[in-house]
């Protein structure tokens, strides 16, 4: 898929797929029993309500004529005790279907979120991060209505309309068939719009995604845009998005306005025609109508065309739903390109030598970013990638851990085939700290501690003094308990590295990777912290990233990353000898010093 923008509109699903419904289903099929107590409970209230013309009928063709004050108190009492029931009853469906529906809600967004994060990197490339959340939590949220009032009040409206009809026949069969000649006439309406208004709808929530895509954009480049002064023109760009989403908006909710007019329209219609008729048959000269049927027909006429309302409600609502739907569902089946292979094994474990067998790699097609790759690296060596900005050298630690797949070619550790293993038990066993590593919100205890869930107090603290970062954690106003917030923006930016540091070596890992991990930090801290470090990373295979040579000099073998390639490899004295690219890079470094 091509990269997504914010002002780039998702690509818009032609017809629905009856299939998403079913899927819905299933979220429901949990609690199908309570939803058919309810729906039973709401017929059986609705049942008795219909009961209530016919006893006006009686009051008035038999009761009144007959002077019957017992008729009338009892029939009056029986519609008390009706109307009692019905109000116990609608109280109990909104109680009961409230929770289910928020459970319902609850079931698909942590299925969507879990899915989430088993997404491969590769899928958060390719859309702004504000296009995800929102799916999560805006569109699964507009399920809500549909699921807690929706699909009973359907159940109980299309029965209560069946039962109308019933009672209308009952009562008289010309008036009835005068009264469902107005159908046809909704369901032309309905056919007439039914393709614009989903596509309405679907525009609607693609513009909805773009305006949360570029909110979020705007919250996390803040300072940037505070400090180039950008504000005005992100505020066009907002007005643009914002006026777009209106619009769509305003013209998805014309098609769902023209429902209720339309059903309130041909009701009225209808009833005219009713009332014509009615009243010419009353007055014929054979009178083959008594007053007390027409009233008793017109009230039946009300109750007929209420449940055809809220269906036409429910219809509206279900397009809207489905245009999230089809989203929510497109998340959940979104394919985990990284994933363990059919027979996958749990990684052993790591002894630590790691192969680069012919590797080629690219992020997207017919734009090779690693191209042939070779190389071994020992175990309990330290290797270092250096090069040029956008060689390559983040792109090779990711594969090591196995954040994209390979193009082709293999990356053995221990001789195995790390597409052939477990992904967890590979991660588990390595220690990554990353370019742009991320702070969470929580306490820098915490934040430490992601490294290994079992790490105990004094194992964070004796990682935190390992990286040197011991001294500025106790300084802070609550020492490791300090709370920091997401992204560490309380913290420097060398602050940050050095947990992060921290973070990968409690992993205790047989392998670990430090991209870029001291270039924030000051030289005579670095100095000490490797130092530290020498004693520590003995035994383990290290993968090093720095632009900053002082860095990694002492490594075992150094590579030259560029092009794609592996340029020139050696130690840092062979490099040099060399007189090649590394040398120029030293020797650039050194006068830049100098
Ligand atoms: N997620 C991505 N999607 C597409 N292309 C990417 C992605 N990440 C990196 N690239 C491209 O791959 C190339 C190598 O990137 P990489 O991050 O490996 O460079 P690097 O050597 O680590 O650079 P630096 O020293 O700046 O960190 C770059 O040209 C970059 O544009
Ligand atoms: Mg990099």
Known sequence: MARNRYDM???????????????????????????????????????????????????????????????????????????????????????????????????????????????????????????????????VNSLSDLLSNGIVNTITDLCNLLFIILFMLFCDVRLTLVCLCGLPLLAAVVVFIKRKQRRAWQIQSNKQSNLNAYIAESIN????????????????????????????????????????????????????????????????????????????????????????NTLAGFYNSLLTAISYLERIFETIDEPVLVKDAEGAVEMPPIKGEVEFRDVCFSYEEGRRILDHISFTAAPGVTYAFVGPTGAGKTTIVNLISRFYNVDSGQILIDGTDIAGVTIRSLRTQMGVMMQDSFIFSGTIMDNIRYGNREATDEQVIAAAKTVCAHEFISQMENGYYTEVNERGSRLSAGQRQLISFARALLADPRILILDEATSSIDTETELLLQKGLNELLKGRTSFIIAHRLSTIQNADCIMYIDKGGILERGTHEELLSQKGAYYELYMSQYDFLA
């Not at 019957?68 to 109680?95: E, H, N, P």
């Open 9 to 139: 509109d998702e690509v818009l699903e032609d017809s629905f797929d009856v299939g998403q419904l079913k899927r819905l289903a299933h979220y429901i099929s949990p609690y199908k029993h309570k939803m058919t107590g309810v729906i039973i409970l709401m017929l059986t209230a609705s049942g008795l309500t219909m009961m209530v013309p016919i006893f006006f009928q009686r009051i008035m063709d038999i009761y009144i004529p007959a002077r019957d004050m017992r008729g009338i108190v009892i029939t009056g009492l029986l519609t008390l005790a009706v109307a009692c029931y019905s109000a116990v009853a609608m109280r109990f469906k909104i109680k009961t279907m409230s929770v289910i529906g928020q459970n319902i809600i609850h079931a698909i967004r942590t299925d969507i979120f879990n899915h989430l994060q088993e997404l491969p990197f590769s899928y958060y490339d390719d859309r702004p991060h504000g296009k995800i959340q929102v799916r999560v939590v805006n569109y």
């Open 221 to 308: 480049g803040i300072r940037v845009t505070q400090s180039f002064v950008r504000e005005n023109e992100n505020t066009d760009i907002f007005n643009n998005l914002s006026g777009s989403y209106r619009k769509a908006w305003m013209r998805a909710v014309t098609f769902n306005f023209i429902m209720g007019p339309s059903v309130d329209m041909i009701s009225c219609i209808t009833t005219s025609f009713l009332y014509v008729l009615g009243i010419r048959w009353i007055l014929a000269p054979d009178a083959t109508l008594t007053v007390g049927v027409l009233v008793a027909f017109t009230a039946y006429v009300s109750r007929f065309w209420a449940p055809i």
